[in-house]
């Protein structure tokens, strides 16, 4: 019995591989609250995360993602690597969601790209995973105050 139950929530947990709207970080306030606290930041180049965390009933997640006009001026790059860090985000949003289900607390997330080059999926991979378990990690230290 425990064993089925654990596999309904190990299933339930890998159908949620989407990245729909409700995991989309939407409106000018939902943004700049999140650049509010600058303490709290994840910075793995070419990667920087702001993140606001805050108490909810329910665990959620939403991310959004940044690459600047100034270093590609064409939107196709700019898409390209956000194309990247959106289907990374994706598969890997699990890492953060299983903490965040744990403490029933919510987190918005701004992650910014400051490199030059459109980096490989690999690299994407590599540094999001880092920084989707520092959050985590920051999640497990979070008291609401």
């Known amino acids: 019995m ?18 729909g709207k409700k995991d989309r970080l939407k409106g000018k306030k939902a943004v700049s609250k999140i650049f509010e606290n600058p303490k709290c930041s994840i910075g793995l180049f070419p990667f920087k995360a702001y ?12 991310f ?7 270093k590609f001026k064409r939107a196709v790059d700019r898409n390209k ?21 744990k403490r029933n607390v919510s987190v918005h ?21 880092e920084i989707l378990k520092r959050l985590a990690i920051g999640v497990q230290s979070y008291e609401e105050k």
């Open 2 to 19: 425990i064993f089925l139950h654990s596999f309904f929530l190990f299933l339930n947990y890998t159908m949620s591989n989407s990245f």
């Open 51 to 62: 993140y606001s965390i805050s108490a909810s009933k329910q665990g959620e997640s939403k």
């Open 64 to 70: 959004g993602v940044s690459v600047p006009k100034k």
């Open 81 to 101: 690597i956000k194309r990247l860090v959106k289907e990374v985000l994706r598969l890997n949003k699990l890492i953060l969601n299983k903490e965040l289900d």
């Open 109 to 129: 997330v701004m992650i910014l790209f400051n490199g030059k080059k459109i980096p490989s999926y690999n690299s994407v991979d590599v540094k999001i995973k």
